[in-house]
């Protein structure tokens, strides 16, 4: 019933900025928590950010902290990764993930119960 949607990935150059959409539909987005991930080839779902229910607190991984921001607007449906400064590193599909738990924010994949389907983003050198 719940689906999400990603958007706005391609191929950029080194230093170059590109800004992710998660579009959902079938529940809304009131008391969420969303959260970005990305997997490259032959590695592992690794986490990238998160933010709260009502957009007030967000954690980002180490490796894209300072570069990347995460933003929703739930009467819209909508999350947003904001990706400034794109290391060839950050070179994977990104995906949205949403999750309904009031007791705590996770960073673990496995806790988000519902995933788009990726959207590549490739950063050449």
């Known amino acids: 019933q719940v689906q999400l949607v990603e958007s706005g990935g391609g191929l950029v150059q080194a230093g170059d900025s590109l800004r992710l959409s998660c579009a959902a539909s079938?529940?809304?987005?009131?008391?969420?928590?969303m959260g970005w991930f990305r997997q490259a080839p032959g590695k592992e779902r690794e986490f990238v950010a998160v933010?709260?229910?009502?957009?007030?607190?967000?954690t980002y991984a180490d490796s894209v902290k300072g570069r990347f921001t995460i933003s929703r607007d739930s009467a819209k449906n909508t999350v947003w990764l904001q990706m400034n400064s794109l290391k060839p590193e950050d070179t994977a599909v990104y995906y949205c993930?949403?999750?309904?738990?009031?007791?705590?924010?996770?960073?673990?994949?496995?806790?988000?119960?519902?995933w788009g389907q990726g959207t590549q983003v490739t950063v050449s050198s």
């Open positions: 993930a949403a999750r309904w738990d009031p007791l705590y924010v996770s960073q673990q994949s496995k806790d988000y119960r519902y």
């Open positions: 079938g529940r809304t987005l009131i008391n969420s928590q």
């Open positions: 933010v709260n229910w009502n957009g007030d607190r967000t």
